[in-house]
Each structure stands twice: as C-alpha cells, then as structure tokens.
T-cell receptor, first 115, second 114 residues
C-alpha cells in the first residue's frame, strides 16, 4: 500500500525568502505524485503533479516540486514566498502501475509566511 | 464550468441521528472520492467509485458508514447513528478516468454531532 510522510507540521518563512515543504513517499510501483493547497474554509486546490519525465515540475502560483527517486522525495518549493502563500499543503501519491487506485494524502504541512 | 458541489455546507445533528451528505461531481468525471478531514488533521480516505466498477470501500471506518453513486453522477454518503467522533469535514472529489488526472475537490460538508 502506498503512503506519504510530511515530516513538518508547520514551516515558517519570511516573505521574499525561498520556501521548501518536504514530502517523502512509499509505493510499490511507479509513483504518481501530487501537491494540493488548502486555504482557510476552502476546499483543496491542485498545484502540480509528477507523472514521468523531467524531475522538476512547475505548477500554479509559482510553485515547483522536485522528484528524487533515490530519496523517494517530492519536495515543494518556491523561490520567493508571499504572505498569501500561507495555507495548508498536502502531498499525495498514487501507485501508477497497479491500476486506478485511491490517492493517499499526507497529514499536511501548515506554511506560515510572515511579512 | 461548474466545479464539484457538496450539500449541505454545514450540518449539525444530534448524537444517534442519521445524516446524508450529497456530492455532485464535475460532469463527465467517472471517478468520485470521499475523504474525511478531522479538525487539524490530514485527509482520511473513505471510499471511491470508478464508473460501473465495484467501489473501493476500504476506508470506511465502520458499518455505520455507507455511500452510493448513481451511474457517473450524484453520490450520497450516509452516516447512521452518528457519534461525536464523526464530527469532521467531509470532502468529495471527482476526476477523469486517467491515473494521471488530479482530483477536483468540493468545499466540503462540515458535520457537527452534538
């Protein structure tokens, strides 16, 4: 069964600084990886995904993520954080080799960007 | 176009009562998921439907929980004899058939059991 770990409950960063939100995964087949963001009192919004190809994927709102197969990681990054990026971020994984299956989410990381 | 719609947005019920939550997926999306999010916690998978295939019910926490889906349209999640620990936000999501497709989430139903 697949699983996702987000080791940090919260990440604090000053506006304008780079940010990283960590994610590691476990899956038996090829990983299909996703990042979602949840703003207060709103549903989850898709940010980006890695399926195959270039290890650096770019997504919405200037976010990007780097897939590292040897470290089984898929960290979310942004070169310059904005206060409006403050939200709850979820990493998710699906096993790409065993048919259409559920998408398993991590426990989430709260990002707080201070002015 | 219209996104995933969930109703009601909020539901307060007394312990022991049954509740029914509704999800209208994006038109054409064959896959539909239900997740539960307790306060301050991550997303807990409950069930997913894929076309006419048998649903994956592996995440349902007890036999008090059930869900149905009519074809590739509306789904209802029913919780019988609600308990206080059922209080949470219930999120519905839909997607295309492809494994590469991201999920599109509704805004959720906030359930409070008193």
């Amino acid at each position: 069964a697949q699983s996702v770990a987000q080791p940090e409950d919260q990440v604090n960063v000053a506006e304008g600084n780079p940010l990283t939100v960590k994610c590691t995964y476990s899956v038996s087949g090829n990983p299909y990886l996703f990042w979602y963001v949840q703003y207060p009192n709103r549903g989850l919004q898709f940010l980006l995904k890695y399926i195959t190809g270039d290890n650096l994927v770019k997504g919405s709102y200037g976010f990007e993520a780097e897939f590292n197969k040897s470290q089984t990681s898929f960290h979310l990054k942004k070169p310059s954080a904005l206060v409006s990026d403050s939200a709850l971020y979820f990493c998710a994984v699906r096993d790409g080799d065993t048919g259409f299956q559920k998408l398993v989410f991590g426990t989430g990381t709260r990002l707080l960007v201070s002015p | 176009g219209a996104g995933v719609s969930q109703s009601p947005s909020n539901k307060v019920t007394e312990k022991g009562k049954d509740v029914e939550l509704r999800c209208d997926p994006i038109s054409g999306h064959t896959a539909l998921y239900w997740y539960r999010q307790r306060l301050g916690q991550g997303l807990e998978f409950l069930i997913y439907f894929q076309g006419n295939s048998a649903p994956d019910k592996s995440g349902l926490p007890s036999d008090r929980f059930s869900a149905e889906r009519t074809g590739e349209s509306v789904s209802t999640l029913t919780i019988q004899r609600t308990q206080q620990e059922d209080s949470a936000v219930y999120l519905c999501a839909s997607s295309w058939t492809s494994r590469e497709s991201p999920l599109h989430f509704g805004n959720g139903t906030r359930l409070t059991v008193t």
